[in-house]
């Protein structure tokens, strides 16, 4: 997986330092808030980040965050100035053919993906927490006085719970980390609109601080960027991925630390070449919904060739009339065929039914269209036999005989 990244940080309109730290480097991003007393907050976010990249360099991100953690209390610990210290940190990893991101506090962590920007973190904040438990509503949270006081820091207790998300990445998505300062001031629709209309991982950084500060900046504001160039195309992992919505957000225990092969294939990721993504459109979804449209279409085709292979009418067949399979004027692709010859033509047919005959007189089924023709065929008889006694003048002896059938199977 090829990546491009890009971070800014700004200490805002507001603060006199900036207790925000941020990771940018290949495979490993992070962003820290830190807080405490005087420079506190600064030396908490520092040492964490520092932890870290130490840590990330033969660990998995938990125990990479689980270290950071541990750092931060070590060295509150070292002197009193520090004691109370603690820093939020969301981070994200490259393992293997995914994205893990990490987080602790209140800072956060997207995606973004097709257009749409997702909070993929949760925020550990007593507001947030109220919200879940439907305590507040929204539109409270968004004023709260207590929307700073956080329920989950680094640096406070060993064993602090560490959420983690693992996230399928392709081509074309794009991460995005940061501090409160940065959503406190600019809402969900305008980082996207920036996300969207920036190209370049370092002018979407340098913007959506600058929006923050225009928005106030009363805050520290820190953001990282990463961007996925390259997928490796991951087809199998590509169907799995795109299989439901939670797809991009899937809360699972992250697996044991990658093997020595995995990082080291890890780090010459970069170098292989890559054949172009699989394209992102053929999902397990649109295969079934092919093969449902294949089924419709399929009994649809199904239903009219039964229709137009079984249904039978009396025709004509250059003059002669036929028992023909099929629809007088064809159905769709099936065009009638002669099913049966006769030697009626049309000129012994009863006048009465040269019409219907003519232009294909239906029947149920083949036996139906047999007796039919018989009928005709004694119709035309009963005719003849009615005008020949009465027109002895006129009498021809060469009238036409009727017919009978030519075919040997059987005789209507
Ligand atoms: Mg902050």
Known sequence: ?????????????????????????????????????????????????????????????????????????????????????????????REGEQVVMVNVGDSRGYLFRDGQLQQITEDHNLVAQLLREGRLTREEARVHPQRNIITRVLGNDPDVEIDVFTVDAFRGDRFLLCSDGLFNEVDDDAVADVLRNHRDPQAVADELVRRANAGGGRDNITVVVVDVLDDNDRSRAASVALAGAAATSVAEPIPAAPTESARRARRADDSISVEPPRPRWVTWRSVLFALAMLLVIGSIAGSFWWFGRNTFYVGVDGDQVAIFRGRPSGLLWLDPTVEQRTTLTLSDVPA???????????????????????????????????????SSSTTTTTAPSPGTPTTTTSTP
């Open 1 to 93: 997986m090829k990546l491009d990244w890009a971070a800014a940080s700004d200490t805002g309109q507001v603060r006199a330092n900036n207790q925000d730290s941020a990771v940018a480097e290949d495979g490993l991003f992070a962003v820290a808030d830190g807080m405490g007393g005087h420079a506190a907050g600064e030396v908490a976010s520092r040492v964490a980040v520092e932890a870290l990249r130490v840590s990330a360099e033969g660990n998995g991100l938990v125990e990479a965050v689980r270290a950071a953690n541990q750092a931060v209390i070590d060295r509150a610990d070292t002197d009193p100035a520090l004691r109370g210290m603690g820093t939020t940190m969301v981070a994200i990893a």
């Open 352 to 390: 009465a039914r040269r019409d219907d005959v003519e232009k294909g007189k239906d029947q149920a089924d083949l036996a139906t269209a047999r007796r039919y023709v018989v009928n005709l065929r004694q119709q035309a008889a009963e005719e003849r036999a009615a005008t020949t006694p009465t």
